[in-house]
């Protein structure tokens, strides 16, 4: 089983990232898949999901509206489309596949908002 990011770097406020995250070994069109994002310190916190048939997207209030996520069931890919960014958004971002007992992680990505 892998998920591995991509996409993550270094961006002026006010810029958009794109974070992509590819699937394997696993069936990933079953899976809800999730991005989450971890700053030094402190806790890892959800910032958004898509359950396996795209027919229900969660964002946390502080990415509402800014930030999109989508996903290709034959690519086996989810992606996090990240406009309007701001410096509180820099932090390591992970991808998640969750199903029954089943729970993936990536190796993360780091996203820096900084002028």
């Known amino acids: 089983v892998q998920l591995v990011e991509s996409g993550g770097g270094l961006v002026q406020p006010g810029g958009s990232l794109r974070l992509s995250c590819t699937g394997s070994?696993?069936?990933?069109?079953?899976?809800?898949m999730s991005w989450y994002r971890q700053v030094p310190g402190q806790e890892r916190d959800l910032v958004a999901f898509i359950t396996s048939d795209s027919g229900l997207k969660y964002y946390a209030d502080t990415v509402r509206g800014r930030f999109t996520i989508s996903r290709d069931n034959v690519k086996n890919t989810v992606d996090l489309q990240m406009n309007s960014l701001k410096p509180e958004d820099t932090a390591v971002y992970f991808c998640?596949?969750?199903?029954?007992?089943?729970?993936?992680w990536g190796q993360g990505t780091q996203v820096t908002v900084s002028s």
């Open positions: 998640n596949a969750v199903r029954l007992d089943n729970d993936f």
């Open positions: 070994g696993f069936f990933f069109g079953l899976y809800k």
